[in-house]
């Protein structure tokens, strides 16, 4: 179609994404199809055709919206369309005619260019002259091209304030919100972004790079470098394509740290869980990056993507998505294998390392089941590490790995975190270390010791041992048990027994679960014997794997103890008394309003337990058999019928009173009281208040001697002693009126903390009178009652105490306990006598002090001395 140049702009309207046809125009359209009306094209034959119409103003003569008056409804054309540009097939026209030649009287003022170059905008101030802007006319298929300069604007600025002005205006449109995070991308290549191609964490961006799948993210992070004197930097950060960059901010071209991941050596947690730091080593840096986040779920985010982006698909994402520490490493395994490359992840909460090496699947090992974690210190590490260091050695019960990593700083985080993962037992059961059979070491260690030593001692687990003693190995078995020695020098048998009862009466929850109580409870209310027995075999099998390994440890131990009752007096049903509330009720669990019958109701549980222990776990009567031939040889021995003289025996004298002479004794390391007892004793004499005792300072000191004690030490302890102290000890055998008097008034002595002594110290030759206090296993003595100040306190495990005083003392009064510190030399420099003496006011006083000293001591109280 051939129109005139004033009629370019008048024919056709482009409005709301729609092309709008002047009446008489649409007249020459015809549909292209009789399928769709709404596509028109012109019509050849009119191509050439002026329209007839007397041309108007455009909204008069043609707009439907408005209505002219000029023209009326009915004299419009019926077939006036509107067309859409989704409807017109565009492929089929031919090249479309070119621009015509505008008669313009002005010219278009030139403005420097201006293009955005990697999402940023660039005002490019050019100096020379910028060419015309040339506009091609062509007025008909045989005129030639023509070009004219368009004329600049009179009204355009031409100082260079307008210039910055029209760069700031064009920054602030480049850096709206949906070009955030793109502005190092070029305009040429802008990414479609979708609502789910970004994912908001605190200020953390996840999106798509690019046109490919890789995924990159971004946010602002806190950098610092370890050992630096800079304060901590707010950074915008980018991961993209294996590169961690830190700009100083959103619009900053130049990053002021970039880090190729490919080069990690690792990536973990730094200082505690509430810190919410994480670290980044790197071979090519001295010094470790820590990035601080917001949350610790933005934490475990970044980690998560910088492993993958780092390592790949090495480890999977349930791994990925929470670990403590990750990295290349060095591995051999055994001292005879050859080092390879290998990936390492530590689960602090599950107690799990994942080894991945360079050939074969990856592994999973179980920190809680290592022995022990060290560190060589005469080389032989890797010779493909960048730096020489001590490697670390970690012992499985069936094997032994070694790891080094590429840097010695490294090399020494890898061995805090997985000695302190694998030692250290948390509060749990499961968290703590176990055997090769899923069951603590803690509760192996005290199983094995009792049924070494413990096995005939009469009330075992009945009795109660030495607190302090109790604390101290309880604490020394939860921080590493594989590496503590209970030794029978140092603990009774009654000391471990303990151990083992309150651990589980400690644990977050009881050993047969909150879980399962009612149903544990229940069962006793059954009709049948059987369908009992059957519901505490499927109870049993819903416990958790490691409880459940616990516990049929533990009830074989103790259904073995109870086969020895005629011996250790513990029938099941005593054991169940005391073993029921500690293993279905914890010690935080428990209130003031408990009553007797669920304390009844978990008695009757365990005793079940105990009782049918064999049918319930399915033991092999053949192991069974087994067991009570080792039983019954460890009882042999227990007894002497094997013995031997050792070495370490001696022979010493004890003077009975009760036939008047001296009677040789053969002592050895196990030899206790109560086996040397019936050979000074006359068969025909019955005396019910004869003991042991030992003898010093001439007589004037005597100590009862228990008939658990061991002789031995007793005895060798008098070798470090001066001649002076040493020289008239010995052993004796007898009565002592003060122990028969605590016989004859033992009920009748009210309990009492606090007496009035008469004190003299080793270096005093004099007596002074203060208040004394026993309470708690502890000696306290104060100079005065009203202002409670202590003048002295002496733990009791830690002293030996005496009946009497030393005679060269001069004491007030008969009544004296004298007392030495078992670390303290004897004599000591500067000491004028042995140990502490105190005298007491009154009989009743002394009396009184004594019973309770012993009850505190010794479990059963004087029955443990007295024959």
């Keep these: 179609m051939a129109y005139e140049q004033e009629d370019l702009y008048e024919n056709v309207v482009f409005r709301n994404s729609q092309i709008v046809y002047p009446p008489d125009m649409a007249c020459h359209l015809t549909p292209t199809s009789s399928a769709d009306s709404r596509i028109f094209r012109t019509d050849p034959s009119q191509e050439t055709s002026k329209p007839t119409r007397p041309r108007q103003s455009l909204l008069d003569a043609f707009d439907p919206v408005l209505q002219r008056k000029s023209v009326t409804s009915s004299s419009r054309p019926k077939h006036s369309e509107v067309l859409k540009l989704s409807h017109i097939d565009f492929t089929d026209h031919s090249a479309p005619p070119p621009l015509p030649k505008r008669n313009a009287s002005f010219k278009v003022h030139q403005y420097d260019p201006v ?46 304030t307008h210039k910055e002005k029209v760069k700031v205006l064009m920054n602030k449109v480049a850096n709206v919100d949906w070009l955030t995070g793109r502005k190092r991308f070029s305009t040429t290549n802008v990414p479609q972004i979708k609502e789910s191609d970004l994912t908001e964490s605190g200020t953390t961006q996840q999106l798509k790079l690019g046109t490919t799948d890789t995924l990159g993210h971004a946010g602002m992070l806190i950098w610092s ?51 919410l730091c994480f670290e980044l080593a790197h071979s090519k840096e001295k010094s470790k990056l820590i990035i601080t986040v917001n949350t610790a779920k933005e934490r475990f985010k970044w980690m998560e993507w910088i492993l993958e982006s780092a390592y790949g698909d090495i480890f999977s994402p349930e791994l990925r998505k929470c670990f403590t520490r990750s990295g290349r490493v060095f591995i051999k395994d055994g001292i005879t294998g050859e080092w390879q490359i290998a990936w390492l992840l530590i689960q602090s909460y599950s107690k799990k390392l994942w080894v991945k090496k360079t050939a074969g699947p990856i592994v999973c090992e179980d920190l809680r089941k290592v022995h022990s974690v060290s560190q060589l210190s005469d080389g032989g590490g890797s010779p493909y590490a960048l730096q020489v260091g001590s490697p670390i050695v970690i012992h499985w019960p069936d094997h032994t790995c070694y790891i080094q990593s590429d840097l010695k700083a490294e090399t020494e985080a890898w061995f805090l975190l997985s000695r302190a993962v694998a030692l250290q037992s948390g509060t749990d059961l499961e968290d703590h270390q176990l ?119 533990l009830l074989g131990h103790l259904h073995a103890v109870q086969n020895k009752c005629e011996k250790n007096l513990m029938s099941v049903s005593n054991l169940a008394a005391l073993w029921g509330p500690n293993l279905m009720t914890v010690e935080s669990a428990r209130d003031h309003t408990s009553n007797f019958s669920h304390t009844n109701a978990e008695t009757d549980v365990v005793l079940q337990l105990i009782q049918y222990y064999p049918w319930l776990f399915d033991v092999d009567r053949e192991k069974l058999a087994v067991n009570d031939q080792i039983s019954e040889m460890q009882e042999r021995l227990e007894q002497g019928a094997f013995a031997k003289k050792t070495a370490g025996d001696i022979r010493t004298w004890i ?135 202590i003048y002295g306190r002496w733990d009791l495990e830690n002293i030996l105490w005496y009946l009497g005083g030393d005679s060269r003392r001069n004491a007030p009064t008969k009544w004296c306990i004298t007392f030495i510190e078992r670390d303290v030399p004897v004599p000591k420099k500067g000491h004028l006598f042995l140990g502490h003496c105190m005298a007491f006011a009154t009989e009743t006083d002394y009396l009184t002090f004594l019973k309770y000293l012993i009850l505190t001591e010794f479990e059963g109280g004087l029955s443990g001395f007295v024959v």
């Design 435 to 553: 055997t090769a059979d899923d069951v603590p070491v803690l509760v192996e260690c005290c199983i094995k010791f009792i049924e070494t030593y413990g096995m005939l001692t009469e009330g075992i687990y009945r009795r109660s041992g030495v607190q302090s003693k109790i604390n101290r190995l309880l604490v020394g078995l939860r921080y590493d048990a594989w590496n503590v020695h209970i030794s029978c020098d140092e603990y009774t048998e009654h000391d471990v027994a303990n151990v083992l009862k309150r651990f589980f009466r400690t644990l977050p929850e009881p050993l047969l679960t909150n879980e399962l109580y009612s149903q544990w409870i229940d069962g006793l209310t059954l009709d049948s014997h059987e369908h009992q027995l059957e519901l505490y075999k499927h109870l049993i099998s819903g416990l958790p794997h490691v409880n459940r390994r616990t516990l049929r440890k």
């Design 225 to 275: 470098i370890s050992g630096s004197k800079k304060d901590p930097q707010n950074l915008w950060t980018e991961l993209k394509n294996r590169v961690l960059s830190a700009f100083t901010g959103q619009t900053t071209e130049a990053p002021i740290y970039e880090i190729n991941l490919e080069k990690l050596v690792s990536i973990g947690l730094s200082g505690a869980e509430e810190s």
């Design 115 to 160: 293009a955005i170059e990697n999402g940023r905008v660039e005002f490019q101030m050019k100096q020379e002259k910028v060419p015309a802007l040339v506009i091609p006319c062509v007025e008909s298929s045989t005129t030639s091209e023509e070009e004219e300069e368009l004329p600049a604007c009179p009204s355009a600025p031409k100082n260079a």
């Design 655 to 789: 003077f009975s009173e009760m036939i008047d002479q001296d009677i040789a004794v053969e002592i050895g390391p196990r030899i206790k009281v109560c086996d040397v007892i019936p050979g000074l004793r006359p068969a025909d004499h019955k005396a019910n208040s004869a003991i042991l005792m030992e003898s010093i300072c001439q007589g004037d000191l005597r100590r009862p001697l228990h008939l658990k004690e061991l002789l031995l030490p007793a005895l060798l302890k008098w070798a470090d002693w001066s001649e002076e102290y040493r020289k008239d000890n010995h052993l004796l055998f007898g009565q002592h009126p003060t122990i028969a008097k605590l016989c004859d008034n033992d009920k009748s002595l009210s309990p009492k903390s606090i007496f009035e002594v008469h004190y003299s110290g080793p270096k005093n030759k004099g007596f002074r009178q203060c208040p004394f206090e026993f309470c708690q296993a502890r000696f306290t003595l104060l100079k005065d009652l009203k202002n409670h100040t």
